[in-house]
């Protein structure tokens, strides 16, 4: 089984900074895609960065510039520094992997989620 758990959801204030961490574990014989999505009530689900096994970064439009993930490939781990948040940035952030498991196939497992709300 692979394992997928987000943590640093919170209440940030419009303006200000929040880290969010994403780690994988379980059975995983490799990753390729590690990606941050995020989901506002009444919304569809939508594609906020994601990052490749060789570093290639891409971002939503409404965070480039202010938003940088980056990945620890050792650690299975992906971090979305979340900067100048704005209220709009109010949702649940969920991590997706791309994931072999050990004498598997390739798959895409999703994280619980965390919650981050930009209000004052």
């Known amino acids: 089984q692979v394992h997928v758990v987000e943590s640093g959801g919170g209440l940030v204030q419009p303006g200000k900074s929040l880290r969010l961490s994403c780690t994988a574990s379980g059975s995983i014989e490799s990753l390729s895609a590690m990606e941050w999505y995020r989901q506002a009530p009444g919304n569809l689900r939508e594609l906020v960065a994601g990052i490749t096994h060789g570093g290639s970064t891409n971002y939503a439009a409404s965070v480039q510039g202010r938003f940088t993930i980056s990945r620890d490939n050792a650690k299975k781990t992906i971090t979305l520094q979340m900067n100048t948040c704005q209220p709009e940035d109010t949702a649940v952030y969920y991590c997706?992997?791309?994931?072999?498991?050990?004498?598997?196939?390739?798959?895409?497992?999703w994280g619980q989620g965390t919650q981050v709300t930009v209000s004052s």
């Open positions: 997706k992997v791309e994931a072999k498991e050990v004498g598997g196939t390739w798959d895409d497992y």
